[in-house]
Each structure stands twice: as C-alpha cells, then as structure tokens.
C-alpha cells in the first residue's frame, strides 16, 4: 500500500491565461488548460511537493531514465459539465487504481488512491472554466508519471514525476455515433501473456503504431487485435475493449492479463447485466466469430473506451472474410448503451451506480 | 532510404567544462560529457538543425507524444582509446544501420547512416578529452530519438529529436571477467514475435524490470528469457544475446525477428568461425540446455553485448534444476574470445576486419 500524502497542494496561478476555445472549435488533445499538476517523487522521501503550476515545458536531463528505457505509466479520464452545471469525475477511483496496478507492473512507486483524486479534482477546479458544456464534450484528463533519474544504467528509477494536464476535447461524434471499419491483424502483436498488455504503459502504444498504420493504407479506422501466443484469440479494438452481440448474447474477452482492463468495459457489463442482458466474458476465437457471421448469428459489436465511450464497428475485415454488421448500420443495443452511459455520465440518468463524483 | 544530410553541424563550445574524472573513479551512465549532438525532425523538413551544444536540460512539452506513447529509439555504442593514442569506434555503420531498423519498427524517420557516424564522431572529436585510456574503459555513447509533437492522439508523431549524449564508463571488469549467476524467466515475457524485440525501443527495456527485479531479490544477477509463445526457446540473457557451448559446437539462437541483432554477437560469430570452430545460429530449447548439461556436455555459456563485451555465465537456474557452468569459473574460450575481441577494439590486435573505425 502506498503512504497516505498529507501535504497541502500549493497553487501558483497563471498571469497569462489563454483563450479558451468555443466548443464548437475543440479538437482533441492538442490544447492544454492553463494550469497542471506535478509531484516528485524520490527513494527514502516518497511523493512530495505538490503543486499546481501554469501549464509549461518541463526540464528533462537528457540522461533521464524514461527518454531511455520507457518507465513511464498513464491515466485517461474526463471531467463532464452536466445540465445543472456541475462538474464531475466518471469512477475516478477506478484510474486511481489502474494506475496503481501500472505502477507494480513497471516497477514504479504507488500513489495514495484517494490523493490520486483529490489532485485531479484541484486542478480541474483550478480549470473549470476550460470544462466545455456541449454535448459530446469534456475536459479529457492525463494522469502520467515518468521515471527522472539520471543513469544510463537499465534499472527502476529512484525519481519519478507524476503530472496531470488536460485538453478540452470536442464532441467524438459531431453528425451522431458512425461505425468504424477495422481489420483483423495477423502479422504485428500488441500484448502477450507475461508481458505489459493489461498495464497503461507507454511501449504498448509505441508498439502498436505500425500496426495501425498500415490498416490506415489500406483505409481501415483501426485494428482487432489477435493475442500474442495462439494467433487466435480476439483481444482489444485498437486501444479500446471490444463487444460482440452473437445470438443475443453479449460476449467480450476475459483479463487474462494481455488486455487493459476498460473502465468503460466494466461499466459496460454491469449496464448489460442489470438490463437483463446475457453478458459472458470469456476467450472469443475469431474463428468463432467469423462462424457466428457466416450463419447470420452476429448481431452488433462495438468497442469501449473513454475517448469515444461506445465506438460501433461496421465492418470486420478477416484476411478473405468481409463480415459486415448489422448492414454497417449502429445496432440497437449499442446505441441503447451508448446512451445509457453518456446518461448518466452527464447526469441526464439517475445514477444509480454511484459512479459519477462530483468535482465540488 | 533516407535523405542525405548536407548540412553543416554547428558547434557551441560549453563556457562552463565539468571536472574529468580519473579513470578509477569512473562509474557508468551517470556523469555525461560536456556536449551533446541535437539535430530536429519535422514532416515536410525533414532533418534540420544538426548542432553540438553545452550538456543541458531538454525542454519537453508534457504533453508531448514520447512521454505518453514511447515512441523512442536509441543506440549503444563505445569510444576507445587505443595504445597509440587514437580515439576509435567500433563498427559505428552497424549501429546506423540497427537504427534505422528500429525507426521503421516504430514508425520514426530514418537518418542518412553516414551522417549518424559523422555526428557521432563530431561530438565525440569535440569531447576528445572525456575518452579515458586505462584498459577497460571507454565513453560511452548513447544516440537516441524521441517523439516531441504535442498530441495525445495515438498517432506516429510529425517531429522528432535526435540527440547524442555521451559518458565516460570505467572497467566492467575490475578485477578480471567474472561469471553471473541467472535464473530461467518463465513467468515474465520480453517480447514476442510480431512484436518490438528486434527493435531497440525504450518500451522493450521498462517491461524487463520486473522480471529483473525479482531475480535480483532471489540473488541472481539477471534473467535467460525464453520466447513469448512456446515459453521454451532460449532468447537473450538480460539486455544480452547468448552464446553457449555445447559438446565442443557453440550455439546461438537464431534472429527470428524476437531479440536484438546484437554487433558483439555478430562478431564474435565472425571471430569463431575465423578460429574454425562450429557455430550454430538455430532454435535453442531451454530443455535441450538441461539435457547437455545433465549430460555434461554443456562446457561455457557468455553473454554478449557492448556494456560488457563478454559476460560469462557460471550458473543458470531453471526451475528445480541448478545448472553450474565450468564450475563456475569463466571457461577458456569465453576469455580468449574476449581476448580477441577487446584486443581489436582497442588496437592490440591487428583488425583485419575493418571493424575499428578512426574518429580522426
Ligand atoms: C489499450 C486500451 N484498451 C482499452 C481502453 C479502454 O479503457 P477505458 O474504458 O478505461 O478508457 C484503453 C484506454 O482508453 C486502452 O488504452
Ligand atoms: C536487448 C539487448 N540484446 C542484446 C544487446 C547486445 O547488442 P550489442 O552487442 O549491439 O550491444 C543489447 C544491447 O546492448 C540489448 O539491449
């Protein structure tokens, strides 16, 4: 367990605010808010000194451990405006904890859970003016540490910072959710059994790039990730959890420990479960699948994730098998969960869950 | 290919020179000479900017794509000090050549081979004085290329850096070549096929630390790593390639796209065969290991690598089966071919493999 963190966080305003964009000019991840958490960390000291600071370039030595060796662990969030101009915070103790779960795995330091959010919520405060209101939109959040000790040397870093920024994104769907179209990849492998899939570290995504790149050549929006061991087993949407409807059964992959466990993915399945729906969670052949095709039994799938919540997937491409879903239209259920979630995220539906937190 | 670069470096001499320390006070990767090489990426540009500046801290958005995605390659390369005085490299085209290899893995712009070694060799001309002379040691050079553009967008990045840092390294072996102690990693997984093995990127090297960690708890010095699919085929020793000698054959596994084209492994595959002796690049089970040995035919196992040239193996556990290596003791060609190897690179043996390359 990591130490509690008792010290008060400073907070140095910014004299140079920026102009904040009008919601309808959000991109995402581009622009940052005006101001950003940063904490130390060092060996024999624990976290220390925490600060809101104007957003600003950091100093990195040259000879710092992460630009080499990639100790380097990340959170993804949002911060929504509902309809009685609250801020809140979607299961922020779930990144707490997922963070915490990256931090083992790549042999960096932990972070008190509950400091963990009350820092998020400090500088979305700080910022709230950069939350936007629109539908579809959010103040996307990045939680992220990097290993800060000088040393060629390839060992765990004694130093670490732990720093949040956000960037106010616009609507994922501006004309309305869309179905992607995706590939099963064959050749390149995203995560094996052993390895770092089920944490959020930095080499997964690296990794993944050429993948994704070439399914872009070849106008895919993204790949079906297979796992690393047998070549046959579906794992993840490009970086988001994935669902299938097969004969009015709702079926996503187990954790076996190669995919990253969705905060979305587990918010997902208790909204299916409560509805009634039949929910497995298990190892899913993608030769199951392309049989669950071929006989007309593969209603609807989509993937998870926060950036798009629920992205519908029109169209799987199998080496020589084109399935398409649902005439590449946005099934029933998808839609119906799309909406249940946003719901309650922007506090439209009675959150029953207790899920959303409250920023004030 | 990439595009040549004609551009002039240009050099900034530093006004403020660090102490050098004396040849037994040096340590590794954490005193870095007084200059570092810079040179920028942009999409459209290209390469520009190639300069020698003081040793200084970088200024790195937080927000930029490296510190979340780790998109970063890097080299490892050494400067010796011959007898007659002359600063030498050692097969520097090898290393252009890996990282560009490398680059196209991770979606990152080549560099012109030639004028990676002219960088290299202009900053290491220029911190001449950091280059130590006593046997065993050496600067040590550290090129490596980072992702700066601001985005969190999981996207290949359209700016880079490429930087060259460097450190003076004393003697792996102070007191002569010592044999390791290591376990059989069969929990843990480095890399996998169709993944970043073969490349040099940071993601590879943060996802062993557990691994390593652990070992180290359990008083080993380091990992064997076995392949990520069949958990049976011997890979790497550490952030090393290994060599073992079987029944008077000396046997290397094969580069099957999983582990990292080693230079000292390629040489001292050169070397042997020179010697006439049998060298198999093949497939290695970690069962056909134990079987040698409980037959008494396993005589030596070494690592090999630019850190320590030659890491000889005096024990490998694997599972309940404890299998010392010459009883411990560096075995007779493990030191000769260190011998020969460490004799070229430092000119006492004539090179007659054009592998030692003047940086003047
Ligand atoms: C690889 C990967 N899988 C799945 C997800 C979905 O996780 P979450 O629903 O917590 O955003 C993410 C993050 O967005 C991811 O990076
Ligand atoms: C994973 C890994 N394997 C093997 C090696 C050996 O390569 P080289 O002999 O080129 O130094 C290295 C680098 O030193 C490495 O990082």
Redesign the interface.
């Known amino acids: 367990m990591p130490e509690t963190i008792d010290e008060q966080i400073t907070i140095e305003k910014t004299k140079d605010p920026k102009e904040i964009p009008a919601d309808d000019d959000l991109d995402?991840?581009?622009l940052?808010s005006d101001h950003?958490f940063m904490m130390e960390y060092e060996s024999g000291k624990g976290w220390h000194d925490p600060q809101i600071i104007p957003?600003q370039?950091?100093?990195?030595?040259?000879?710092s451990s992460?630009?080499?060796?990639?100790?380097?662990t990340?959170e993804g969030m949002k911060a929504y405006r509902n309809e009685d101009d609250e801020i809140m915070l979607f299961r922020p103790d779930k990144n707490a904890e997922r963070l915490n779960n990256s931090n083992r795995?790549?042999?960096m330091p932990e972070l008190d859970p509950e400091f963990f959010i009350k820092a998020v919520k400090t500088l979305v405060d700080v910022d709230s003016d950069w939350v936007p209101s629109s539908e579809g939109t959010s103040l996307?959040i990045?939680p992220?540490i990097?290993a800060t000790e000088?040393?060629?040397?390839?060992?765990?870093s004694d130093s670490y910072k732990f720093?949040i920024?956000a960037?106010p994104v616009g609507s994922y769907y501006p004309e309305g959710l869309k179905p992607t179209e995706i590939k099963v990849e064959t050749?390149?492998?995203r995560s094996?059994?052993?390895?770092?899939g089920a944490a959020k570290?930095?080499?997964?995504?690296?990794?993944?790039?050429?993948a994704?790149?070439q399914a872009a050549e070849e106008g895919f929006d993204g790949v079906l990730w297979l796992d690393?061991?047998e070549?046959k087993y579906v794992e993840e949407v490009?970086?988001m959890n994935v669902f299938f409807r097969i004969d009015d059964t709702i079926v996503t992959p187990s954790l076996e420990g190669t995919i990253l466990p969705g905060i979305t993915r587990d918010s997902v399945i208790k909204i299916l479960e409560d509805r009634g729906e039949e929910v497995e969670e298990r190892k899913l052949e993608i030769e199951e699948l392309a049989q669950a095709y071929r006989n007309g039994y593969l209603q609807e799938a989509f993937g998870t994730g926060t950036a798009a919540v629920i992205a519908p997937i029109g169209r799987i491409q199998w080496e020589d098998l084109n399935m398409e879903i649902n005439d590449r239209e946005v099934g029933p259920l998808t839609s119906e969960i799309y909406d249940i979630l946003t719901g309650i995220q922007r506090g439209r539906i009675k959150d029953k869950y207790d899920w959303t937190d409250k920023v004030k």
Chains 1, 2 share one sequence.
């Open positions: 995402f991840g581009r940052f950003m957003y370039p950091l100093e990195i030595d040259p000879g992460f630009c080499h060796y990639c100790q380097v990340f795995r790549m042999c996307y990045r992220f990097v000088k040393y060629l040397g390839l060992k765990s720093l920024i960037s050749e390149y492998v094996v059994k052993g390895g770092t570290t930095g080499g997964n995504y690296g990794r993944s790039l050429l994704q790149n690393g061991r070549r490009g970086a």
